[in-house]
């Protein structure tokens, strides 16, 4: 797995991506910071489409967005072609969104976790690995070609 992981927020979640950016380089991950870069109000799906170009491109394999609710920038990754957001806030869902969905970015909802729930998500998120076998075909019946 490529240690790179972009990660992106609006105003909502900056103040918990710079906490998660901090726990990323100490765990030894690169973090690419898609912004959002202050509290002022911004719109979400700028820096979701920023997080998902990087992980849809491959640049990287894995990403994390993080708005208040979780819900709207989750909304702005998933219209990404190859793009599995999951919209987590227990470690639990991260690691069946990895094991059964291949999920490929997270998301969290600021609001309503700590920042101690936050890291324990990502770290379940990044650690879990896709089961494979029955799950594949279901994955591969996620997009609809017209």
């Known amino acids: 797995m490529k240690t790179t992981i972009p990660i ?3 105003h909502a979640g900056f103040e918990l991506k ?3 950016i901090n726990w990323l380089k100490e ?6 910071d898609k912004g959002c870069f202050s509290l002022e109000s911004v719109d979400y799906p700028d820096y979701g ?11 990287s394999d894995l990403g994390i967005v993080i708005c208040g609710s979780g819900n ?3 909304m702005s990754v998933n219209k990404h072609l190859g793009i599995r957001g999951a919209l987590c806030w227990e470690p639990e869902i991260a690691a069946l969104s990895r094991q059964h ?4 970015i997270v998301s969290i909802p600021a609001r309503f976790i700590s920042t101690e729930k936050a890291i324990e998500i ?3 998120f990044i650690n879990t690995d896709f089961e494979g076998g029955r799950h594949q075909k ?4 996620i997009i609809i070609n017209k």
């Open 27 to 32: 765990n030894n991950f690169t973090p690419i």
């Open 49 to 59: 489409h920023a997080v998902a170009n990087e992980v849809e491109s491959g640049s």
């Open 18 to 20: 710079e906490l998660i």
């Open 101 to 104: 969905n291949n999920a490929n």
């Open 122 to 124: 990502i770290s379940t």
């Open 72 to 74: 709207g920038i989750n």
């Open 138 to 141: 279901r994955i591969e019946k």
């Open 8 to 10: 992106g927020s609006d």
